[in-house]
């Protein structure tokens, strides 16, 4: 079985950044897709951003322009890279590894943004 683990969350200003990661505990031979989600109090989980295997991106709208979603296939790793942080971008993030026939899932870290 595999397993994901989400590094990288925390407490941060208004304006700062934070990197998060997510590395499968194995190899995955077949993804069709790497992404990030979240989920604020009292929200449902929402897409932040999806990387798929042929390199094509995509984003929320509340996020364009802030965050990077990137991979490193042979570190069978997934980053976002946010910038510009708000406090509504408080929640926690999840990612996601899209493959054949099963969707894994990361823990969950923590992000709140907070002065």
């Known amino acids: 079985q595999v397993q994901l683990v989400e590094s990288g969350g925390g407490l941060v200003q208004p304006g700062g950044s934070l990197r998060l990661s997510c590395a499968a505990s194995?190899?995955?031979?077949?993804?069709?897709?790497l992404g990030w989600y979240r989920r604020a109090p009292g929200k449902q989980r929402e897409l932040v951003a999806r990387?798929?295997?042929?390199?094509?991106?995509n984003y929320a709208d509340s996020v364009r322009g802030r965050f990077t979603i990137s991979r490193d296939s042979a570190k069978n790793t997934v980053y976002l890279q946010m910038n510009s942080l708000k406090p509504e971008d408080t929640a926690v993030y999840y990612c996601n590894f899209d493959t054949p026939g099963y969707n894994y899932w990361g823990q969950g870290t923590q992000v709140t943004v907070s002065s």
């Open positions: 194995r190899r995955i031979f077949s993804i069709n897709a």
């Open positions: 990387i798929t295997s042929g390199g094509n991106t």
